[in-house]
């Protein structure tokens, strides 16, 4: 890539950071101003501050994902599916999708938040690697569907009945928990890299990347809810204890 091309690039993404960012400052100046006027102004200013920096921040971001996450990704996808046989690419779709949600800052924020306030009752590594799991083999699935060119709609129906089924089983603390890792899920490592494995992958099988490529992210936010409320089975809090002896 050029210099003149990754200028332009850099302008593009400064302009698209400051389109997502600026709405959300203009909101919370206001708010700042009209109801928390006897807040020192210091707090303002360290609130502008740090939008600034996650303004920067996300447009790194953005340039390595353009540059070199996108691009990469899609050529693997491609390389994958018409060089390896079926076993290589379920394998190398299962570790991609493991390591992807484990550098996934939302999914840590998340297993952090439920460690604190089950007061570490419910782990951070266990939440974590549950919910990289189910990405996993989420990740996995749709490169078996792409494969062999299997609907959509045979796996998420299915699932999404199954979790309505476990819904029934598993114990309620878990219930929210379980839709919110699978939101959590569909963060920037997994619409940037995996969804861009999986589109590699639908053009070198020579299909359609609009109706066989995405749909990744559906299954990526819907096999996390089943392994959290696999979970919520055979995990044994102090609460359920209690539960049985009363």
Do not use: C
């Not at 046989?85 to 938040?113: D, H, K, N």
């Not at 494995?197 to 490529?213: C, F, K, N, R, Y």
């Amino acid at each position: 890539m050029s210099d003149e091309s990754i200028g332009t690039l850099l302008l593009h993404t400064l302009s698209e950071s400051g389109q997502a960012l600026g709405p959300l400052v203009a909101v919370l100046v206001v708010i700042f101003l009209v109801f928390f006027r006897d807040i020192p102004r210091e707090s303002l200013w360290n609130m502008v501050r740090g939008m600034l920096i996650a303004a920067l921040g996300l447009t790194i971001f953005l340039m390595g994902v353009r540059i070199g996450f996108i691009p990469y990704a899609e050529e693997m996808g491609s390389r994958l599916i018409t060089e390896r046989s079926a076993p290589v690419l379920i394998i190398a779709g299962f570790a991609l999708g493991l390591t992807a949600t484990l550098a996934e800052p939302a999914v840590r924020i998340l297993a952090g938040q439920i460690d604190r306030f089950s007061s570490g009752y419910l782990r951070e590594r266990i939440i974590l690697f549950t919910i990289a799991l189910g990405v996993a083999v989420s990740v996995a699935l749709n490169m078996v569907r792409i494969r062999y060119g299997i609907p959509i709609l045979y796996i998420v129906g299915p699932g999404y009945l199954l979790a309505l089924v476990l819904l029934v089983f598993s114990h309620s603390s878990f219930t929210g928990l379980a839709f919110d890792a699978g939101g959590v899920a569909t963060g920037p490592m997994a619409v940037t890299f995996v969804m861009s494995l999986a589109i590699g992958a639908a053009s070198g099988v020579g299909g359609d990347p609009a109706t066989e490529g995405l749909g990744l992210v559906a299954l990526v936010a819907m096999v996390p809810i089943i392994s959290m409320l696999l979970l919520g089975l055979v995990y044994k809090p102090p609460w359920r204890r209690e539960e049985h002896e009363s």
